[in-house]
């Protein structure tokens, strides 16, 4: 058998915990609806209990492993984000408002430009 092949079928082998982690919140929900004549309490612990218990099967499998394995990464990472001061972010916030405003103040003016040519070359228009 080669590598390709190997990989498919552990592939196709590592997607069963993940079907059964939906199969088992999709049960907690299904089993709020089953259960509405009973208690509150019985409806909603059967939506825990089908999130806990489906969370820790796609915890436990491949795909809980790599999202583990990502989130530690993220975190890595954001570790390594350069934070600006309150006082760079005050000043930063300032110059975007001001450009703002003075990109609407030429558009402004631009459009009021356009309109005395579109007036003066036809006659119509405000």
């Known amino acids: ?13 590592s997607k069963a915990p993940l ?3 939906i199969a088992l919140l999709l049960a907690g929900v299904v089993g709020y ?13 059967s939506v825990v209990a089908g999130f806990v218990v489906g969370g820790a099967v796609f915890l436990s499998s491949a795909s809980g492993r790599d999202f583990r394995e ?17 006082q760079e972010t005050w000043i930063t916030t300032a110059l975007v408002f001001g450009f703002a405003i003075l990109a609407g103040l030429m558009f402004w003016l631009l459009d009021l430009f356009l309109a005395w040519a579109t007036k003066l070359l036809t006659g119509q228009g405000g």
């Open 33 to 45: 609806y089953l259960l509405d004549t009973g208690n509150a309490w019985l409806r909603w612990g």
């Open 70 to 86: 990502f989130l530690v990464a993220a975190r890595g990472e954001l570790r390594k984000v350069f934070w600006p001061t309150k």
């Open 19 to 21: 079907w059964i982690a």
């Open 1 to 13: 058998m080669n590598e390709q092949v190997r990989q498919q079928q552990a592939g196709d082998a």
